[in-house]
């Protein structure tokens, strides 16, 4: 195995993981103030329409990429008062969130484009591939650093910033106090509701951003139902990193590299078997989790 296929890999892994990291951040906030947001999917899925949709309408980056944080944030807004506010069942909710979504984005696709499947025009703008101008001559990092878009970069700091806001200033500890104690925090005169539907909005511009990353990052199209589960995925590299923003990264990271390790696969391996690699990595990292957890506890 060569160099350049080692480096081949790593940048599709991280190409891979920013739609992953954001819906993970996203569903780590939530996890924080003790809301269980399972609408990740249909968050994801309509940022990645709209943000296409504005895209083709507008040709700005701008607007499109707006779009699809605004788009995930008014999901994350009907979960916020359904869930939250009027303490509805959290499973149905995002259930019929995620199909309600899944079956809308199709149907829109076919009212205002014509288009059954796949919205992909030349006249659609990708964002812009940053190629550093050092290291995109050194040999090996400079591959792996190869065409990733600005939110690849993003992510990473999103991250990191949410690691500060949480842990290291006043307004992150009455947030963290909300999901540890809710009824001794509003004690203390915490508006704990509040805060809550306020995270989930947060959790819903998140996910909206991750699927502009994926709709509008290496690939510049639309297709139904194209999260494929990514936002279950977050899920999960959420909870292996136990809701903390920094160590989400590196839960991300490796189902970015299942995918990585899947795309690479192809030319050897059907496709039909290595589109599955990041799903049953999920299946045994959560049992692999729980047991651990569980060995814990006793």
Not at 107 to 113: A, D, G, I, M
Not at 163 to 184: D, E, M, Q, R, Y
Request: charged fraction near 10%; charge should be positive.
């Amino acid at each position: 195995m060569s160099s350049a296929y080692i480096a081949s890999i790593i940048n599709s892994t991280l190409r891979s993981t920013t739609p992953i990291l954001l819906a993970a951040l996203g569903s780590a906030i939530c996890s924080r103030v003790g809301v269980f947001n399972v609408a990740l999917e249909a968050q994801m899925l309509i940022g990645c329409f709209f943000s296409i949709a504005v895209n083709y309408a507008t040709g700005s980056l701008l607007l499109a990429v707006g779009a699809g944080i605004l788009s995930g944030a008014l999901v994350g807004l009907v979960v916020a008062l359904l869930q939250v506010k009027y303490k509805a069942a959290d499973m149905v909710i995002g259930t019929s969130l995620n199909l309600l979504v899944q079956g809308g984005t199709t149907f829109l696709l076919y009212l205002l484009f014509g288009l059954r499947g796949v919205l992909n025009d030349p006249k659609l703008v990708p964002l812009y591939k940053i190629n550093l101008p050092v290291i995109r001559d050194i040999p090996f990092l400079g591959r792996v650093l190869e065409n990733l878009t600005i939110l690849d970069y993003i992510c990473y700091i999103v991250a990191a910033l949410l690691f500060v806001w949480l842990f290291k200033t006043v307004s992150g500890f009455h947030i963290l106090s909300v999901g540890i104690n809710k009824a001794a925090a509003e004690s203390l005169g915490t508006k704990a509701t509040r805060i809550q539907m306020q995270m989930v909005v947060l959790s819903g511009a998140l996910c909206g951003l991750g699927g502009t990353a994926l709709s509008m990052g290496q690939v510049t199209m639309f297709t139904e139902n194209m999260t494929s589960g990514r936002g279950f995925i977050a899920m999960a590299a959420a909870s292996l990193g136990m809701s903390h923003p920094l160590l989400t990264i590196f839960s991300s990271l490796f189902f970015g590299l299942c995918q990585g390790i899947g795309l690479a696969l192809q030319n050897v391996i059907k496709s039909q078997l290595t589109m599955t690699l990041p799903y049953v990595a999920t299946i045994v990292a959560l049992v692999l989790f729980s047991r651990r957890s569980a060995r814990r506890q006793a």
